[in-house]
């Protein structure tokens, strides 16, 4: 079994208080969390094909009862972006892999825009099982909880380590309250580059799946030019750090 530090479940969280003693107070869990089982099966020395595969089996929470397959993350192995989202969506969920769907779309269209090429990036998700629940003959998507967020995490934090991204993306709330801890509002503070731990900074910005629910044409396509703004900081920051 791979020792993964008990206190990257604490350090969790302080990057997005900035700081102060009220914020990292404020953002520390009330009970410790118990280690995810899921570190157990993490390989010695693991590769992302290594990791990948053993996530196959992850049992960690329950939702691996209700997805047809772990829909681990994909993309180049030393990208210089990671993008975090939520967790598969239907379509993810049948193909096995993240962001294929009408969310990935509007992420696609985005990446283009900006000059970010998706095949240079990593993109993943907090939670790599589609958690929904019937309605009619059709899967409706659930927010994840804390519990499966957290028994999740190691394969978030694996992948982090070995991709070793200049800027991690977290796309919606979830990703950047997993992240940047629970008190973190992506409505207040995105788009901004942010101190992290595990890379040199962090942004947050909306879910592109929020952009498609937006009510009519015109607020949809000022949220997609919001998100493209946001996009356009990652674009900057890398094109200033060239790439190593
Ligand atoms: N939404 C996500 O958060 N991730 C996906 O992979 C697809 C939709």
Redesign the pocket.
């Known amino acids: 079994m791979r020792a993964v530090p008990h206190s990257l479940f604490f350090a969790q969280g302080l990057t997005a208080t900035r700081g102060t003693l009220r914020g990292i107070v404020r953002d520390m869990p009330r009970r410790p969390p118990e280690p995810s089982p899921a570190l157990r099966l993490i390989p010695a020395h693991p590769t992302l094909p290594s990791a990948r595969d053993a996530a196959k089996d992850c049992r960690a929470c329950d939702l691996w009862k209700r997805g047809t397959q772990t829909?681990f993350g994909e993309g180049a192995p030393h990208a210089r972006v990671l993008f975090?989202?939520?967790?598969?969506?239907d379509?993810?969920d049948v193909e096995g892999?993240?962001?294929?769907?009408?969310?990935?779309a509007v992420l696609d269209k985005a990446l283009v825009e900006t000059g970010i090429d998706r095949k240079q990036t990593y993109?993943?998700?907090?939670?790599k099982h589609f958690k929904w629940e019937p309605r009619g003959k059709r899967r409706i998507?659930k927010k994840p909880n804390l519990l499966e967020i957290a028994a999740c995490r190691p394969w978030l934090d694996v992948e982090m380590e070995l991709v070793k991204p200049e800027v991690v993306v977290c796309?919606?709330a979830?990703?950047a309250q997993a992240l940047l801890g629970r008190n973190f509002r992506v409505t207040r503070q995105r788009g901004q580059l942010l101190p992290f731990g595990a890379a040199p900074c962090v942004l947050a910005t909306v879910?592109?799946?929020s952009i498609l629910r937006a009510p009519d044409d015109e607020s949809r396509q000022r949220e997609y030019e919001l998100f493209v703004d946001d996009l356009r900081v990652v674009a900057r920051a890398l094109h200033g750090r060239k790439a190593a």
Do not use: W, Y
């Open positions: 829909v975090v989202g939520e967790q598969p969506g379509k993810e892999r993240p962001f294929v769907g009408p969310a990935g993109v993943t998700n907090a939670v998507h796309l919606g979830t990703a879910h592109p799946s």
